[in-house]
């Protein structure tokens, strides 16, 4: 969020959705074909649940791909955006720390690019679990990608400078400057964001935190809310250096590098 000095949207990309896809522009939607292709690899049903699903590109590839589809975000500016470009899925204004969209209304629940991670505290993360494995029908899917706790055991290569990018849109350059710290008691990825345009507006200074979870920590997780691990790796992704694609390799088995892919099945009520 920007400094009380420091005018301007409360969160720049997010606030303004147009600026979100030309920051990070995605034409092959690979995030939503790696999804797509875990869905199918593990036989979910057609009902999916889009956590996160800010400007809605994911969840319409996956409409687009036959199935049916709910997107799910905080920002009511990611929603009407969706709703408008990307339309297909029906958009629900939805926290992920804590939600109620019905019982077993879904066949599997996504949640991509570190949204799980907003979940800061061990409650949030509880109440983030809770949620989907009652929005799961039995046998249901729980697909997320993220970044990697256990990454930052003795690494300091995204910590040692700040990182400097830019674009152009609508005539105007915007360049940020992003610094990423490490809060080791609240177990926090801490990102500060400073944005400089070319158009004479006023700098904005946004921060930001992830909570770094490590994958023994998340399969305890999620065993204690009822969820059989299917697959926990890193890589290869939609993210990962190379990048996932359909005809490469299998997923792997190491949990060491900066992104972190997990599916996990809800496996309904045991039987006597």
Do not use: I
Not at 48 to 74: F, I
Not at 204 to 211: K, L, N
């Amino acid at each position: 969020m920007p400094s009380p000095a420091a005018p301007g949207p409360r969160n720049l990309l997010t606030d303004r959705p147009e600026l979100y896809e030309a920051r990070f522009p995605d034409p092959g939607r690979l995030a939503a074909r790696w999804t797509e292709d875990v869905l199918r690899r593990h036989g979910a049903g057609p009902r999916v649940l889009d956590l996160g699903c800010g400007t809605g590109r994911d969840a319409a590839h996956l409409h687009a791909a036959g199935r049916t589809v709910t997107g799910a975000d905080v920002s009511e500016a990611m929603l009407a955006y969706a709703r408008a470009h990307h339309p297909g899925p029906r958009h629900v204004h939805a926290d992920l720390r804590g939600f109620d969209l019905g019982q077993g209304e879904f066949d599997a629940v996504t949640c991509l690019d570190s949204a799980l991670l907003y979940c800061h505290t061990n409650e949030q993360l509880d109440a983030f679990l809770a949620s989907c494995r009652r929005a799961l029908s039995p046998g249901g899917l729980l697909v997320a990608e993220m970044r990697n706790g256990a990454y930052f055991l003795g690494r300091t290569d995204l910590l040692e400078a700040p990182k400097v990018a830019g674009f152009a849109w609508g005539g105007t350059t915007y360049r940020s400057t992003t610094t990423l710290t490490v809060d080791r008691t609240a177990q926090l990825l801490r990102r500060t964001r400073r944005w400089t345009a070319d158009d004479g507006s006023a700098p904005v200074e946004q921060h930001s935190a992830w909570r770094l979870v490590f994958p023994q920590e998340l399969r305890h997780l999620l065993a204690s809310h009822g969820f059989d691990v299917l697959e926990l790796h890193d890589g290869p992704g939609p993210r990962t250096d190379p990048p996932w694609s359909e005809d490469g390799p299998p997923p792997g088995r190491a949990t060491d590098a900066d992104r972190l892919h997990l599916v996990a099945r809800h496996p309904g009520p045991t039987t006597p």
